[in-house]
């Protein structure tokens, strides 16, 4: 299970930021960093952190924002 910590820091990873510039406001509109390959980076980080769970979720691509990412995730299941 992921919970909001993990996730903001899969986030930070996957994108190569600081773990302080991740937060609930966070989202491809306001993130230099999270462009499409920073997209691609993180689902594959989430999808890695949950054994290929995230991957069946096929919503989840279209999440351009940490709170879409995280409300998606718990509604499947995989987030708490």
């Known amino acids: 299970m992921i919970d909001k910590d993990k996730l ?11 773990l302080e510039k991740i937060n609930d406001q ?6 230099e960093e999270w462009d499409s390959l920073g997209h691609l980076a993180i689902l594959t980080s989430i999808d890695n952190q949950t054994s ?29």
């Open 8 to 18: 903001n820091k899969i986030v930070a990873k996957a994108l190569n930021v600081p």
């Open 26 to 31: 966070s989202s491809s509109s306001n993130l």
């Open 52 to 80: 290929g769970k995230a991957s069946k979720i096929e919503t989840l691509s279209s999440c351009t924002s940490l709170k879409d990412l995280y409300e998606t995730l718990v509604s499947n299941n995989i987030a708490k």
